[in-house]
């Protein structure tokens, strides 16, 4: 520890730090005692040790810090304390000096450790030598000499000492006192009357001397000076000087002053003030009235040292007589006093100021004011008018000049304007403290002049200047006259009326509130309130959506800008009678016997019969096994129970039950199934007996038209007439066998044959009999029964054909078709089971037709022709608009065909314009029209319709848009907003918004000082009067109003201006050139830049958001695609009769469809890619060891006149051929067909064409061509009509996205190639089978995906191409080029001239120039003439060879489309695809030869493919350029129809 210094009297401590833990304690020593060992010593847990108050002696030494750390072990450290005493000064005092004397202090340190050094300060500072002070010190005391005292040395003395202990200190003051002595001595003075002044006395010494003022009065020898008393007015000044503020005469005389401190004697000296007068006037101011036009003089007395000269002034201005002779002035003396008079002649108002008179002298000058005032009649008051009311005026004036007299009152009088003042009306003796007043009793809508006087007592003013005003509107007195009901219909009455007397409009009639109530017991009392302009003195109105047969109260009120006024008296009427719109409740059915039910109800509610109930209807259908229902029949009644008899026995039944009013029908209750009980059945509705053997027969019966229960068995009955057996023999089989076998008969005899059904209720009637031999041969016979069988589509049909015979017949089944007979054919839709029975899967509308089924063997043969009949969705219905109000639609329709099946009923959907938010609306089958209630008023509406029959629901009708009546509100300019305005709050009326129709249901204003951004908000549901409130005074406002129904928003925008503070009207606002122009600017620019850059980036956004969609409804129709691609993939070597089935898809570019059909080759699409490049590596790849020619076609539209009509497909539903509609098309034959084809292709030898196109065709009949359609609502060009039910129908027109894609690739650079063309697919959905439109009963949009049935069912999908980007002319070689238009005898005439170059294809003949016809033209005229060949579809086979041609290469797989297959290039065969060897048909009207002849017109080496104008071309060089690439093919191809 380190030693410490301690100051002696002082407290020390001494601390002992411990590091460690634990320890036990801390001990001090000091000479090895324990401390503490007396009270000044303090030891802290801690370890400190506390010395108080040190002393030297006793405290100083070794001390020792012990610290026990173990029980036996402790540590300890030493520390020397040592004590310094400080000095210690002994007291000293300084005695009293005076100037010049001698003065000694010494300062004596009487204790304290040396060395002790002593020094002096003197006010802080150190004494400096010279200034008459000297120090002497010694080793502990100094002394202060000075050797002659002055008041310099006055101050405070310091004598400090101080050592290594402490530095100490002693103060003392030293005072040294002066007599005093005068420093500016007093001498005689002059004053001035009224003035100011000082009396000079300035004294000095120490202590300040006291200084004392005294006056002896009078100008001669003082005699005797008295204390001047100390006032206000006389003061001593801090520098002992008199002051006078105001000297008088009283105050002259001598003036003594003496000073005094108490060293040595007083001193004093006097002095004389003369006191001078200046010049004064004695006359006081004053006020004087005159007379206009009278004579009046002033008068004006000074005084004081003479000479005075007076002057006069009129305010500012001096009074000269020589120049003004209206003014006149005299003087004269009168003793000590002077007295000017000023005299008008005579006094004019403008004499009403101040005169003021200046007396003046050589001591100073004065002036006196004289007020004068001429008094007069008051000038008129000037009036405004504060506000104007319909019947009251609010004036206010005011007096400008009231002739300097009090006014004493006021008179107002007005006239009606046409009238003289003379029929005046007047207001009198109007209190002089009022300055407006309000004018009651006035007229409404009327113009009243109005003028003022004001009086004093002087006299009445000249009337004011004359007002011109007009009275308000007020609300009509009067109620509209002659109010008269008319009931117009079951919801609506029409209301007349005429407007109110003139006299009591009080303005212009603007319109009308009717006010109607419904007056049934139960109604609420209130009033609804409907609004209509006024048209004239008459006016009718018709009230809609009233309750139907109720009793209404209407009241009509007229009113005008200012409101509304009296309700006309209540006038009752009740509306029409309606139908009832509810049905009978609580219907029941009881089914009683087989043939009778009771059916019973109870009456609607009667709020609901709307009207008298005349009765009750009861309708009833039957509803058979196949699902068809029987004919609807009713009975009328006006009980609540009704028995039907006659009813079919075990049959279910539908009821419902309706009342009836005057009006009609009411609504019908729910469907009510009721099943009559079982009864015997029929007999069996047929039966067949034929010899199956020698020894036995076959009988076969079918069940009995009328089972009347469920069969339990059949009972067969045989007897022999012969035989002599009087009861015929019995034989029971099941109920689900219909043929038996009866054996052991005796050849050669006859045997009589009968059925008869048996049921729970017993026994039925029997069949007929027939009579049967067993013969020895037995022929082949069929036991089956034809007839009609009905079905609905997509269900699996079986048609038996079952047939005996020794030896076993052959069963073949045939078609008719037309005047033919077609074999039906076994395939994935077609079964011929051994039994015999045709099956028939999925069955559509093309499979209805007559199928004849015959049995044969050696013996014989027997037929049996089965009618069948597949039933459809129905067609779309015709649905028309026939009425519209403000909050209903009114719908009519007429049904399409009903597909066979009778339609079940209808199902109506509707939504707002912009949502796509579908309402359902269930109709019965037998309503025509509907109403659509309860809508919004003046909105859009879309609405479709489609029905429904029992095999499931149609197309869905044309959407159609119907509007409720109604728009936005509007506000009208001829009504006055604001009706009130003062400096803190407005009053709006907000009267001046029409409804448009429809009810308001908010009002918004929005309003802020002009040049502030923060609007303030109001919302209202009023229409009335709203008030703004605490608004700032004297401020132009900005006020913008929305009023919002549900057509819609009005706006209306305003500027409107509070008064002043005290209701005075405020400028307009001048545009301020300043700073705040700068940011207007700034902000009109920034603004667009800010919006332009956040409408890109949400563009950027809703595109970005709208790809990912796409692109993931991409994936999931892709793997749907690929799934369905999956389910057909079949072997390229399996043998396929007919047309390939492949999987199809739709590409829908919006309008368009196109179909994409699967040949016989699948190449699936990269794992997720949406993009197929056509490059040369795509064409070679090596799928299969075939090759063949792939092409890709795409149209665009061309016009082309004269063809015929076109095919209306509008109206095309499954199972039926488009009609071609003269009456309606024909004035529409010059629209667009599609009849440009671009083509894509390439050729690999030795295989078969393979081509990728898109047709689009709409035909007419004058080219022999038959356009039909399948379930998928499409059709395309076939060679029969089986076949183009195959096919897919696109729309007539196409929509300019389409158009733009094929003008894409028309208008392609020259230079450019297309063998990196990309196509690229957007979006895919796949579609219900049944339809490409949406079905009802849903809300889910077209483009939802739904399950799939059947491998071939559509989707759609959207496709974008891009042009290829430019290459080099040698990478262009043998690839797919385009070709615009169709040639025959020249098919190179037409190409693009880089299409022509040798690089691509080689002039086969040089003597075949191209004809001088225009390309367009030679394709329309080859066009023709390959129609009118009637080639539809024409291949050449292997062994053909054209006169002139090579040996072909390829032979073209047989395609739905127009197909020209043409010889490829010479080479070895390919072996033909199995889907080639299905037979071409037969071209009609034309033979071989020709056929052949016509190829020869196309160039070697060349292919025609495609549509009816497409043509595949390629040259010898390209196909062997392909050859040398590779030999496999590309193994995939689509046609896109």
């Given at each position: ?33 324990l ?21 030297k ?30 000095p ?8 009293p ?5 001698l ?11 040396m ?5 002096w ?7 400096l ?7 002497e ?52 003075q002059?004053g ?6 000082v ?14 003022w005294?006056?002896a009065?009078?100008?001669g ?13 006389i ?22 002053c ?6 040595g ?21 004053n ?37 003004n ?37 050589s ?15 008051p000038?008129?008051?000037e ?18 000049f ?6 004493t ?5 007005y ?16 209190s ?18 109005i ?22 509107e007020a ?6 006259m002659?109010v ?13 009326w005429?407007?109110p ?16 109530r ?14 209509m302009?006024?048209?004239g ?9 009233l ?23 209540e ?36 709020s609901?019969?709307n ?19 029987g ?22 039944y539908?009821v419902?039950?309706?009342a009836?009013?005057q ?23 047929g039966?067949k ?20 229960g ?16 009087p ?10 066998q219909?043929?038996?076998?009866i ?7 006859q045997?009589?044959l ?8 017993g026994?039925g009637n ?6 049967i ?5 037995a ?12 079905t609905?589509w ?35 839709h ?10 028939l ?25 089965i ?10 219905p015709r ?21 066979g099946?009778?339609?079940r ?35 859009w509406?879309?609405?479709k ?18 509007k409720?009546h ?47 951004w ?22 132009w ?6 009023a ?6 009005g ?10 503070y005290?209701?005075?009207?405020i ?13 207007k ?8 830049v800010i ?8 563009l ?8 990912e969609?796409?692109?993931k ?7 749907l ?22 999987p ?6 919006p309008?368009?469809q196109?179909?994409?059909e699967?040949?016989?080759?699948i ?7 949406a993009t197929?490049p056509?490059?040369?590596t ?8 075939q ?31 488009p ?20 083509t894509?292709?390439?050729c ?20 022999g ?7 998928s609502?499409?059709?395309s060009?076939?060679?029969d009509?089986?076949k183009?039910?195959n ?5 007539e027109?196409?929509?300019s ?5 094929a ?19 957007t ?10 439109q949406?079905t009802?009963g ?11 049935s ?5 989707g ?9 980007k ?18 025959s ?12 170059s040798?690089?691509f ?22 066009l023709?003439?390959?129609?009118h ?6 291949t050449l ?7 002139g041609?090579?040996p ?13 297959p ?5 080479g ?25 002849a ?12 495609g549509?009816?104008?497409s ?5 010898t ?16 191809s689509?046609?896109?129809?």
């Open positions: 520890m380190k030693n410490i210094t301690a100051v002696a009297g002082r407290d020390t401590f001494i601390n002992c730090r411990v590091i460690g833990y634990p320890y036990y304690s801390i001990k001090w020593y000091k000479d090895s005692l401390l503490p060992d007396n009270h000044r010593q303090v030891v802290f847990e801690n370890g400190t040790l506390k010395l108080m108050d040190v002393q002696g006793m405290d100083e030494g070794e001390y020792l810090c012990s610290v026990l750390i173990q029980p036996q072990l402790s540590i300890s450290q030493s520390v020397h304390v040592t004590v310094k005493v400080p210690l000064i002994q007291p000293f005092e300084f005695p000096a005076s100037i010049g004397q003065l000694y202090i010494p300062c004596v340190v009487s204790s304290g450790d060395p002790i050094h002593i020094t300060r003197k006010d802080g500072h150190v004494i030598s010279g200034s008459g002070v000297t120090i010190s010694k080793e502990f005391m100094s002394s202060l000499q000075i050797s002659s005292v002055s008041l310099k040395h006055n101050g405070n003395y310091t004598c400090i000492a101080s050592n290594d202990a402490a530095t100490v200190s002693r103060e003392r003051q030293l005072i040294v006192r002066v007599p005093p002595r005068f420093v500016v001595q007093p001498n005689n002059d001035i009357y009224g003035k100011a002044g009396l000079n006395c300035s004294v000095d010494g120490y202590p300040p001397p006291k200084v004392m005294k006056h009065k009078g100008s020898n003082p005699q005797q000076y008295h204390p001047i008393p100390l006032t206000g007015r003061q001593i000044l801090p520098n002992s000087s008199l002051l006078i503020r105001h000297v008088l005469e009283e105050d002259i005389g001598y003036y003594l003496q000073a005094s401190n108490g060293v004697t007083d001193i004093s000296k006097s002095m004389f003030l003369t006191v001078k007068i200046p010049a004064m006037i004695t006359s006081h101011p006020t004087t009235i005159a007379i206009k036009g009278q004579t009046k003089e002033l008068n004006c007395t000074a005084r004081g040292e003479r000479p005075i000269i007076i002057r006069w002034e009129k305010g500012d201005t001096v009074i000269d007589p020589d120049r002779m209206r003014y006149a002035i005299t003087t004269k003396d009168n003793g000590d006093e002077v007295i000017s008079t000023l005299k008008l002649k005579p006094a004019d108002r403008g004499d009403s100021v101040f005169f003021s008179c200046h007396a003046i002298n001591y100073g000058e004065d002036r006196g004011l004289i007020q004068l005032t001429v008094q007069e009649p000038d008129p008051p009036l405004e008018i504060r506000e104007v009311k319909a019947r009251s005026m609010n004036l206010r004036w005011t007096q400008r009231d002739g300097n007299s009090i006014i009152g006021f008179d107002i009088e006239k009606n304007k046409s009238d003289s003042w003379d029929f005046k009306q007047s207001t009198r003796n109007i002089p403290t009022i300055n407006q007043a309000n004018i009651v009793d006035l007229h409404p809508a009327s113009v009243y002049s003028r003022m006087y004001s009086f004093n007592k002087i006299g009445r003013s000249e009337p004011s200047k004359e007002l011109t005003i007009s009275t308000e609300a009509p007195d009067g109620p509209p002659d008269t009901l008319q009931p117009i219909t079951s919801q609506s009455i029409q209301v007349t005429k407007a007397k003139k006299e009591l409009q009080n303005g212009v009639i603007r319109g009308y509130q009717i006010g109607y419904e007056n049934s017991p139960g109604s609420n009392g209130q009033y609804s309130i409907v609004e302009k006024a048209t003195d008459s006016e009718v109105y018709t009230l809609d959506n309750k139907k047969f109720a009793q209404y109260g209407v009241v009509v009120q007229a009113f005008n800008r200012a409101g509304t006024g009296p309700s006309s008296s006038i009752n009427a009740t509306t029409l009678e309606d139908v009832p719109s509810q049905p009978p409740e609580n219907v029941r059915a009881i089914s009683i016997t087989s043939d009778v039910a009771v059916i019973s109800w109870s009456e609607p509610p009667r609901t019969l009207g008298v109930l005349k009765g009750y209807r009861v309708i009833f259908w039957s509803l058979y096994m196949d699902g068809e229902w004919e609807m029949q009713n009975i009328t009644t006006t009980r609540e129970r009704v028995e039907l008899r006659g009813m079919e026995k075990f049959t279910n539908s419902q039950v309706l009836y009013t009006a009609g029908d009411g609504v019908r209750s729910s469907v009510l199934y009721i099943q009559t009980k079982e009864d015997i059945p029929g007999p069996p509705a039966i007996a034929v010899p199956s053997s020698a020894s036995s027969v076959v009988v076969s019966w079918l069940p009995p038209a009328k089972p009347n469920i069969i339990r068995k059949y009972t067969i009955f045989c007897s022999s007439p012969g035989s002599g057996q009861a015929p023999s019995e034989y029971e089989t099941s109920p689900d219909l043929f038996y076998r054996a052991h008969l005796n050849r050669g005899q045997y009589l009968w059925v008869a059904a048996v049921t729970s209720a026994r029997i069949s007929e009999k027939v009579t031999e067993p013969a020895g041969k022929p082949a016979k069929i036991i089956s029964f034809g007839g009609t069988v009905t609905p997509m269900k699996d049909v079986r048609l038996p054909c079952n047939s005996v015979g020794e030896p076993v017949p052959a069963i073949k089944w045939t078609k008719d078709s037309e005047d033919s007979a077609i074999p039906v054919t076994v395939d994935g077609r079964l011929i089971q051994a039994n015999g029975t045709l099956v899967r999925s069955v559509k509308a093309e499979d209805s037709g007559y199928y004849t089924c015959t049995a044969t063997n050696t013996w014989g043969f027997d037929t049996i022709i009618n069948l009949l597949v039933q459809v969705p129905p067609d779309q649905l028309t608009v026939s009425k519209t109000s403000a909050s209903s639609i009114t719908l009519a329709w007429i049904p399409g065909d009903n597909g099946s009778s339609i009923g209808f199902v109506l959907q509707y939504s707002v314009d912009n949502s796509e938010e579908w309402k359902d609306v269930f109709i019965s089958s037998s309503e025509r029209s509907f109403k659509l209630e309860s809508l919004k008023c003046g909105t509406y879309k609405v319709l489609a029905a429904k029959n029992s095999v499931g629901a149609g197309r869905i009708s044309e959407i159609i848009e119907a409720t109604g728009r936005e509100p509007s506000f009208s300019k001829d009504q006055h907003l604001f009706t009130h305005i003062n400096s803190t709050h407005a009053r709006l009326n907000l009267q001046g918004w029409s409804s448009g129709g429809c009810p308001i249901t908010a009002i918004v204003l929005e309003y802020r000082p002009k040049g502030n923060v609007w303030q908000s109001l919302r209202t549901n009023s229409s009335s009067e709203v008030f703004l409130t605490e608004l700032r005074e004297a401020t406002y900005e006020l913008r109003m929305k919002c129904n549900s057509a819609g928003c706006n209306e925008t305003t500027q409107f201006a509070t008064l002043d005290d209701g005075s009207t400028p307009p606002i001048k545009s301020a050139q300043g700073e705040g122009d700068d940011v600017k700034l902000f009109t620019i920034a603004c667009p919006l332009a850059t956040l409408g890109v980036a949400l950027f956004i809703i595109r970005k958001k709208r790809k969609k796409r692109l409804r991409l994936r999931d129709a892709k793997s695609a690929e799934m369905l691609i999956s389910k057909n993939n079949r072997s390229f070597d399996t043998p396929v009769k007919g047309p390939p089935q492949g199809r898809l739709h590409i829908d570019i309008r368009v196109l179909l994409i699967d040949k016989e080759g190449k699936q699409l990269g794992d997720d890619k197929i056509v490059t040369d795509e064409f070679s790849q090596a799928v299969n060891p090759s063949f020619c792939t092409g890709v076609s795409l149209h665009h539209p061309a016009l082309i006149q004269n063809t015929g009509p076109l095919i209306d497909m509008s109206d095309i539903r499954p199972g039926t051929n009609v071609s509609r003269k009456s309606v098309k024909s004035a529409h034959s010059t629209r667009n067909r599609y009849s440009s084809q671009w894509l292709t390439k690999q030898a030795s295989t078969p064409a393979r081509t990728l196109t898109s047709d689009w065709r709409t035909v007419g009949s004058q080219h061509i038959t356009v039909t359609e399948s379930d609502y499409s059709a060009l076939s060679q009509t089986d183009g039910r096919s897919m129908v696109s729309t027109s196409a929509s996205t389409y158009e733009e894609l003008r894409a690739y028309e208008h392609a650079k020259l230079e450019e190639q297309l063998q990196h063309a990309k196509f690229e697919i979006e895919c959905f796949i579609s219900d089978s049944s339809s490409d949406m009802t849903t809300t889910d949009n077209a483009d939802s995906m739904t399950s799939m059947t491998p071939s069912e559509p759609i999908c959207r496709f974008t191409a891009s042009p290829p430019p290459q080099d002319s040698e990478r262009g070689k043998g690839v797919a080029v385009p070709i615009p238009h169709r040639a005898k020249s098919d190179y005439c037409n190409l693009p001239l880089y299409v022509k040798e690089a294809f080689r002039k086969p003949d040089a003597h075949e120039p191209c004809p001088v016809v225009p390309p367009r033209e030679a394709s329309i005229r080859n023709a003439r390959a129609y060949a009637q080639a539809r579809h024409m086979e292997p062994g053909a060879k054209p006169l041609l090579p072909p290469a390829s032979a073209a797989t047989t395609l739905p489309q127009r197909t020209l043409m010889p490829g290039p010479a070895p065969r390919a072996p033909r695809p199995a889907a080639s060897a299905a037979p071409a048909p037969p071209v009609a009207a034309e033979p071989p030869v020709a056929a052949a016509a190829e020869a017109r196309v160039p070697t080496h060349s292919k025609v493919g549509s009816r104008d043509l595949l071309e390629m040259s060089s390209g196909v062997g350029r392909s050859q040398k690439q590779g030999a496999g093919a590309y193994s995939k689509y046609t896109l129809v």
